[in-house]
């Protein structure tokens, strides 16, 4: 019998997540059965059930390659590395996150929307496979990693907030999470969008943000670059 090449099973998983992702593009996750998923593959109803248990099991390894795929920690670990002032390192990170945007959205954000209100709508059945999700996605990760900077920075003396550290973070998240659910809202589900003449540009918005919290966290109003 001829060789499996090792990546042969990976290559089938993967194929199988990119035929659950274009299904999820037409049709709501909450409503997309491994029927579905197995006709858009065009493989045998045994090759599918191989690999993936069921269609949770296939979404939450669709979520799970998702949070990995972008290594947003990966592209943000090096501004911390660098001898640069705070305002260049946060500048730095939501340029990242603003890129993160343009690229994820068109992509996964209906898909991800979708699964997010699946899980909040049903919190019985994410305590039964939340053992099964990635525990720290890079996203988490990154504000981790920010969080701990920016109190090291405001013991350093070098910022000098002008509200508490905490209620700066959890506005950054809050905002950053509005801004991932309108342009989903407008960019996966065709509604309207730039209404009065506000357009909803991710790196205008994600720039915005940035110098926002640079003035919350004593900063100032400096001239951008």
């Not at 068109?106 to 059945?125: D, H, I, S, V």
């Amino acid at each position: 019998m001829p060789k499996v090449p090792k990546d042969y099973e990976e290559k089938m998983r993967n194929s199988i997540l990119d035929a659950a992702l274009e299904v999820c593009k037409t049709k709501p996750a909450y409503e997309v059965t491994m029927r579905d998923i197995i006709r858009q593959t065009k493989l045998s109803i045994g090759s599918v059930y191989r690999y993936f248990r069921d269609i949770d099991d296939v979404f939450i390894s669709l979520t799970n390659r998702n949070q990995s795929e972008y290594r947003l920690w990966e592209k943000c670990e090096p501004l911390f590395a660098k001898d640069i002032s705070v305002r260049d390192v946060v500048l730095g990170l939501f340029h990242v996150l603003g890129q993160h945007l343009i690229d994820s959205i068109p992509a996964e954000g209906k898909f991800t929307f979708e699964m997010n209100t699946k899980f909040l709508t049903n919190p019985k059945l994410y305590e039964e496979k939340k053992g099964s999700i990635t525990e720290v996605t890079e996203f988490e990760k990154l504000m981790q990693n920010t969080m701990l900077y920016l109190q090291e920075k405001v013991e350093q003396g070098i910022l000098k907030p002008i509200m508490p550290l905490e209620d700066i973070f959890s506005f950054a998240v809050v905002s950053y999470d509005g801004m991932v659910r309108d342009l989903v809202l407008v960019k996966c589900y065709a509604l309207p969008g730039d209404e009065k003449g506000i357009p909803l540009n991710e790196m205008a918005l994600t720039s915005a943000l940035a110098h926002s919290l640079l003035y919350l966290l004593g900063e100032g109003a400096t001239s951008s670059p």
